[in-house]
């Protein structure tokens, strides 16, 4: 919203053309808390009322400032400040909208998108948005080599577009022309139903071509279970967003303060500060001692005493999925009675009531029931340790085995609050069953995703996924679409349907498609689904409201201040 009340929307960043009514995204507070935060001054405030400075407790420090080299929701929640895409989502949806592209036409072929651009908006740096730059970010994602390609690095593109300009015939994106400044022509070279959708991701954000030239942005060193990221992914991003980067004290702080020149609303925030504040009571803490003005991912046993203390507590709709990961590649995993074993041997409603939040919703399978191509009838493994015992004993081992179970620590995410408390339940639950844990704990930030998907050193493993827009392959094909260091496996038929699917443009002909893969992956149990948590946010008696958004697409120049 607006400080008028206006929804972003109808600001300009929408498509003029559309005519549906849409809900507001910002949901509205109300709450009775005192503050104990310093109000200060509105320094550089449209509304002299309110403090324009507004504190955000993050889970953890981003781990790029180059969304395109990010995969995580910290990175992202920055990222979402300072970046657009051509493309957004509608308020409190998940659903694609323009952002800097007013409209688009797709070709019959599906092969072929004109994209109508913004005119007048610039990057931070003073660089043109135009078609020239749309085109330079889409051949810079395509041009990425070596470890740029890596999962650690380009996560999204190599998993959206399957491949690079080394290996053309496995790509999905073939060019982009420039067919006036205003006009941007991207040809693909196979079909790809979500493509517009895609590009709501904070990896696929414009760039400025001017910096990332300048401070050498695709100097990746390292190796692909460590990568090391350029000055311009730690100091110097560069976008159209209506925040602008300031600095990152790395395990402090990440700062922004508002660029002057943008093209939208500007808001009623005009400095942010990401505070990295990992443990979760030392989050409320901090909400509490009035030191910050709200955080995410509230965990489930603080969630009655912030309602007392008269805190405004928001939860988003679960568009999540946290999974058991299992990595085929340790003997004992690879075969399938194991892993139906694992599945058996979880109570998924223990394992909610006692460590996620409320509202969180069984998991059956890999998306959410609302995205399309949802299967009720796959097989759904119900509770039950007696049949897993039976199904390792008819595996070989009798009398269980050994083996790493890997965790992350200092973070929270939406899809998994509590990181250490849902490894203790679940580690319970399978010693009871005969299968005992190595435990293998690991820093989320850089050390666990790397470990985890960069190398074959881990055995199964907690991870999950917030969906970034309404599409199954946002979820499945994410996961399962290609082989990957993260599971061990190399099921061609599986791979060769869910390239099927993506492909098919027509709603009605790609969910049954959907519908069989799903069915498919849960006879191969590559990972045990296990919840969909529905994340909470809180926040001070002086947030009136704030956008929040099921794939997290919130940007604070629409919070709404009262003081």
Not at 110 to 116: E, I, N, T
Not at 326 to 348: F, G, M, P, T, W
Not at 375 to 388: F, I, W
Request: net charge negative.
């Amino acid at each position: 919203m607006t400080p008028n009340g206006t929804p972003r929307w109808k600001m300009n960043r929408r498509f003029a053309a559309i005519t549906t009514s849409f809900a507001v995204g910002a949901l509205v507070l109300s709450g009775c808390a005192q503050s104990q935060r310093d109000s200060g001054g509105a320094e550089g405030s449209g509304d002299s009322a309110v403090n324009s400075t507004f504190i955000f407790a993050a889970s953890s420090d981003p781990k790029s400032l180059d969304p395109a080299f990010a995969s995580d929701g910290e990175s992202f929640r920055v990222s979402r400040q300072i970046f657009e895409g051509l493309v957004g989502t509608k308020p409190g949806t998940p659903d694609p909208a323009p952002l800097l592209a007013e409209s688009w036409k797709q070709s019959k072929d599906g092969l072929s998108y004109d994209f109508k651009l913004k005119e007048g908006v610039k990057f931070h740096d003073g660089t043109e948005f135009n078609a020239k730059a749309v085109c330079a970010n889409f051949d810079r994602w395509y041009h990425f080599t070596g470890i740029q390609q890596s999962e650690t690095v380009a996560y999204y593109y190599g998993n959206l577009f399957r491949g690079f300009a080394d290996k053309p015939e496995k790509a999905v994106y073939k060019s982009c022309d420039a067919v006036s400044d205003s006009e941007a022509k991207i040809t693909l070279a196979k079909p790809f139903a979500g493509f517009v959708a895609a590009l709501s991701l904070p990896a696929f954000s414009m760039q400025s071509p001017t910096a990332l030239k300048k401070y050498d942005a695709d100097k990746v060193g390292g190796t692909a279970e460590a990568p090391v990221l350029s000055d311009y992914a730690t100091k110097h991003p560069v976008g159209t967003g209506p925040f602008k980067f300031d600095k990152w004290d790395t395990g402090q702080s990440v700062e922004l303060s508002a660029n002057k020149d943008y093209w939208g609303d500007q808001g009623q925030v005009q400095k942010i500060t990401f505070r990295v504040i990992d443990d979760p009571v030392a989050r409320r803490q901090a909400l509490e001692a009035g030191s910050i003005d709200g955080y995410d991912l509230v965990s489930p046993s603080d969630t009655d005493a912030l309602e007392k203390g008269g805190y405004k507590l928001v939860a988003r709709k679960p568009f999540t999925i946290l999974y058991l990961g299992i990595n085929q590649k340790v003997k004992e995993l690879s075969d399938l009675k194991v892993r139906q074993a694992l599945s058996y041997a979880i109570d998924k409603d223990a394992l909610i009531k006692q460590t996620l939040p409320t509202g969180t919703e069984k998991a059956i399978e890999f998306i959410p029931p609302s995205v399309n191509g949802y299967n009720p009838d796959v097989e759904k493994y119900d509770y039950n340790p007696e049949k897993a015992k039976q199904l390792l004993k008819e595996a070989g081992y009798p009398n269980g085995f050994t083996v790493k179970f890997n965790y992350p620590t200092g973070v929270s995410r939406p899809y998994m609050p509590t990181p250490e408390q849902i490894f203790t339940n679940l580690s319970a639950q399978l010693k009871d069953v005969g299968i005992k844990v190595d435990a293998q704990p690991n820093k989320w930030s850089p050390d666990y995703l790397d470990r985890i998907q960069g190398g074959t050193d881990h055995g199964i493993h907690l991870l999950g996924w917030t969906g970034d827009y309404n599409d199954t392959d946002n979820f499945v094909g994410v996961f399962f679409g290609s082989e990957k260091p993260e599971y061990g496996f190399d099921n061609q038929k599986l791979f060769s349907d869910l390239s099927k699917a993506r492909g098919v443009a027509d709603l009605k002909e790609q969910t049954p498609l959907y519908q069989d893969v799903n069915a498919e992956i849960a006879d191969f149990v590559p990972a045990i689904p296990l919840a969909h948590p529905a994340p909470s946010l809180a926040f001070n008696e002086r947030v009136d409201s704030y956008p929040t958004s099921p794939v997290n697409d919130e940007v604070f120049n629409e919070i709404k201040l009262n003081k």
